[in-house]
């Protein structure tokens, strides 16, 4: 005859407190993940608003760079058509020739 080394309540009771405790530990490691969800969240919003704000600088910089470029063209020497003088044209408007070399 085989004796039982737990009785009829014991062993149920000990496998209803290991379940009870399996429980317990997905609910932590389910709430542990939720909080590396969160941090992984709010560091991409960070890295998002730090990425608009490098190409609000970026796009400041190219456009006075082009104000520059363009400032520098207009007030570039040109080549006077009549006698191969040099004219610094400014607007367009006006031209201020200077004298050359006497032939």
């Known amino acids: ?21 399996a429980v317990i530990v997905v609910i932590a490691l389910f709430a542990i993940m939720l909080l590396f969800l969160g941090i992984t969240l709010r560091s991409l919003n960070h890295l998002h608003q730090d990425l608009k704000l490098i190409e609000r600088k970026q796009l400041e910089r190219i456009r006075q760079s082009e104000a520059a470029t363009n400032a520098a063209t207009t ?20 031209r201020v020739v200077f004298p050359g070399p006497n032939r």
């Open 1 to 21: 005859m085989k004796i039982s080394a737990c009785s009829r309540t014991g062993c149920g009771d000990r496998a209803r407190k290991q379940s009870g405790m």
């Open 75 to 94: 007030n570039r020497l040109q080549l006077s058509p009549g006698d191969g003088h040099y004219s610094l044209s400014s607007t367009g408007r006006e």
